[in-house]
Each structure stands twice: as C-alpha cells, then as structure tokens.
C-alpha cells in the first residue's frame, strides 16, 4: 500500500459546481497535513494545511479523518482558475519526512 | 515571500556530462531540499539538508550529491547524466523544526529546473 495516495482524476466540472478529494495514508501516527496545488508546468504551492478541527478557507474546506486516515478537500463554486493538480502531502514521523501523493488533476470547464 | 530561484529553467545535456543545478533561497530557512518529479510517481526525495555544510539521503540519492556550503544555496550534482535522469527537478525550503503550527514542514518550492539528458 502506498504511504498517500490519492485518485489521479482527471475529474472534469463546470463552473460553479463542487467538487471533492480524497487523500488516504498509510501511517497512523502522520501528524500534519497539506494540500498543495499545482498548475501545469509549475512549482506546488501550498493551499492550506489541514487541522484537525478542519479548517475553511474561502471556498475550500480541508478535513482530517483520523480514524479512518484520510483529508479531504471540498472546492465550492468552482471557477476555472481552480483547474489544477491538487498534492495531499503528509508528514510521516517515523521517516521524519513529508510524503507527496502523486495528485489529483481537477479541470473547470465554462 | 519566500523567493527560492533555480538558476536554470531548461537544461539539455548528453549522457555522461557532469550537471550542476543551483538552488538559492532568502529567508534564511535552514532547511533545503531536492525533489525529483515523474508523471505517475510524484515528488520523490533526493537529498535534503537542515544545516551548512549537513546533508542527508533521501528515498532515491543513488546517481546524485549534493553541496551545501553557505545557508542559502543548496546544489544539486549528477556526476554523468544518465537518460533515465531526465526530469524536473524541484529545490524546496522551509523553516527548522517539526512542530505542527509553527511553519515547519511547510515548503516553498522553486520555478523547477527541466533537465533533458540526451
């Protein structure tokens, strides 16, 4: 199994609509939590870390299932901007490294 | 805002030529790292450093060093290029530190560097 892993998409909505992620991980004992975007042919950057509470940020909403070890991440009202790779990343504590998954690619058509 | 510039966007070289890829950063973050990307296979760690003159392996440092000789540069050297090499290679930095809300484990990535090995 991998360490994250997510659903590579593409997942194809219109404007406006909503979309979700998810992101599963392997180590129950990972701590933080992100979600990074990525725009083709660019460097990640990071959207929003995910705490436990969850947390909102405009019009995305990131969650943390502990118990069954995944985040997610909620778009609202998509626009086309937001077309764009999506990286769960996990910071693993026993490898004290962070873990990319390898992305969900998300396209917004008019 | 973090600035973190790789100095070369678009490399071409041949198989056994020696590769220098530079990575400069003006936070003052101690940590810095390089990161290989491969449709299909994500981010995957070469080499990483959390100080001067430090370095450590990451999940695939076989083929690469690294130097770390002042805070803010960290290079990257493929020693003779091979063609499975040709990637895009991302430099990243973020503060010391593993502590969940203090900025740590927060990476702020370069432009990436796309490297063709002929």
């Known amino acids: 199994r991998k360490e994250v892993e997510q659903d590579p998409g593409p997942f194809n909505v219109p404007e406006g609509a909503t979309v979700a992620f998810n992101c599963t991980y392997s180590?129950?004992?990972?701590?933080?939590f992100f979600w990074y975007r990525q725009d083709c042919r660019k460097e990640p950057k990071l959207l929003m870390s995910?705490?436990?509470s969850g947390n909102e940020d405009g019009r995305f909403t990131a969650q943390l299932n502990r118990a069954s070890q995944y985040i997610s991440l909620l778009i609202r009202d998509s626009k086309l901007s937001d077309s764009a790779t999506y990286l769960c990343?996990?910071?693993?504590?026993?490898?004290?490294?962070?873990?990319f998954g390898t992305g969900t690619r998300l396209l917004v058509s008019p | 805002d973090v600035k973190v510039t790789q100095s070369s966007r678009y490399l071409v070289k041949r198989t056994g030529e020696k590769v220098f890829l530079e990575c400069v950063q003006d936070m003052d973050h101690e940590n810095m790292f390089w990161y290989r990307q491969d449709p299909g296979l994500g981010l995957r760690l070469i080499y990483f450093s959390y100080d001067v003159k430090m370095k450590e392996k990451g999940d695939i440092p076989e083929g690469y060093s690294v130097s770390r000789e002042k805070k803010e540069r960290f290079s990257l050297i493929l020693e003779s290029a091979s063609t499975n090499q040709t990637s895009m290679y991302l430099c990243?930095?973020?503060?010391?530190?593993?502590?969940f809300g203090s900025g740590a484990n927060v990476l702020t990535f370069g432009a990436g560097s796309r490297l063709t090995v002929l």
């Open positions: 990243a930095s973020s503060l010391p530190g593993q502590g």
């Open positions: 995910v705490y436990s």
């Open positions: 990343v996990v910071w693993d504590p026993g490898f004290q490294k962070l873990v």
């Open positions: 180590n129950s004992a990972s701590q933080s």
